[in-house]
């Protein structure tokens, strides 16, 4: 059962056949260093999931058929399931002992802006709870809707508008319809001699919209940006009308109401167009890795080429932890030599911690900003390690998900977390966050491993990327919430953010007041009242 995308499996991360068994050698290797037997726990049947009975009135149903016709609203097993909850490792693990309780009452597929609108009309006037839903891959819980005080919950699927709608060539700007995912846009924009240069690590399967309304940053941020830096206008469709913002390449009129909707999660309304500043296509592109001594040295290295505007397209510096798993280099998780944590099972020799760089551009400025890069890098002693390690890392960047579920599958949880915090107080955020994971699964008297990198890196500061992998307790999703609240008090202390790109959803909620203080709070409240008055869209996201 895929549901109506046509590729992600219900139980895991996108496409069944992209699914392989974790080795018999990881295997065993994981037992040896957790000291603990890996025991198998694949999904439960389709027909053992638990859904809610449905509570959608008969005159609702109809009205909503009546905008969008019959084919296009969608009540059936697959369809609700599908669009159950995010990707997250406890939105996974709770579908895959059964329960899909958090399944919407219909799935509603629009085609334009217009049939939004009317969507959201009939939805106000029958009192439905309505989740704007793209890839579905949200990880911290954004798609999950609260009931209470609603007559039903719908999920409004967008992926029927994936239009590339118009290329101003001359201004390199586009218009995106939000359903277009990550590859589409790719291969739209390529026909025009184009690029985004926006690759998360959710880009095969997450849309233009979910981009937008979770701030996401790419792989390629140090080169190209985050998302948000490369919207120049949107178009909302909102309860009380239509929201157009952006007008000019920059403008002194107010303040940028673009900020209110790009990280919305579609709270405010739903993004039914996304106008983008693209660039042309590289005309070439080098990967590499490199090695170096300690995390924290590096960092102020990747620190140093920040502030001396020589920054690569691509920055990935791996701690020691993660260097060892394998994972600073595309391979999955294998084992550990310093901490009981990972070892790798295809290891680059040399230990400490391994960084990719990766150019794209102009032939010229990739060869300049290699050398130049690779001049500082040695300086600082750094061993060159050559293309082979970024050619993996490329090659496998987007298999993180699937290594996960493959843990899942032998009864490993796997789970990450991300901050950001300025150069100044990143060494205190990077040690005090681990610290507190590992103090939280000492309590539990679970060993575990904790991994972390850098891929995201500013003048001003960089984020923090952790990979957390133990064996599942009897109540894995109870002791991941123990370890994130941890966590997340941790990042707190230590002056970082709750979220660099993954967003709020219900999983960041409680702490949002705490980095965005109460006149905060009140003013996203604001304007929540004015623009969904009725409070229909995703309540509980951003707001309680």
Known sequence: MTGVDGGMVWWGWGAAEAHTPLPAGVRSLLEQVLGTACRDTPPVGTDALRLPVGSLADDAHAALVGVLGPAWVRDDRASLVRHCRGRSTTDLLRLRAGDAMDAPDAVVLPASHDEVHAVLAVCGRHRLAVVPFGGGTSVVGGLVAVRAGFAGVIALDVTRMNRLVSVDAKSQIVAVEPGVRGPALAAGLATHGFTLGHLPQSWEYATVGGFAATRSSGQASAGHGRFDSMVVGVRVATPVGTWELGRAPASAAGPDLRELVLGSEGAFGVITQVRLRVRPRPEATHYEGWRLTDFTGAADVLRTLAQRDLLPTVVRLSDEVETAAGLAGGSPVTADPVTGGAVTADPVPGGGCHLITGYEGRAGWVAARRSEVGELLRAAGAVALGRDIGARWLRDRFRGPYLRDALLDVGMFAETLETAGFWSTLPGLYTGVRDAIVAA????????????????????????????????????????????????????????????????????????????????????????????????????????
């Open 441 to 544: 699964l000492a309590v539990q008297d679970a060993p575990g491993v904790v991994m972390c990198h850098i891929s995201h890196v500013y003048p001003t500061g960089a984020s923090l990327y952790f990979t957390v992998v133990y064996p599942q307790p009897g109540e894995p999703v109870a002791s991941w919430g123990r370890v994130k609240a941890a966590a997340t008090r941790a990042v707190l202390d230590a002056g970082g953010t709750i979220t660099h790109h993954h967003a709020v959803g219900t999983d960041h909620q409680p702490w949002l007041a705490a980095e965005i203080g109460d006149i905060g709070m009140a003013v996203l409240r604001s304007v929540k009242d004015t623009l969904d008055p009725a409070g229909i869209l995703n309540p509980g996201i951003l707001l309680r």
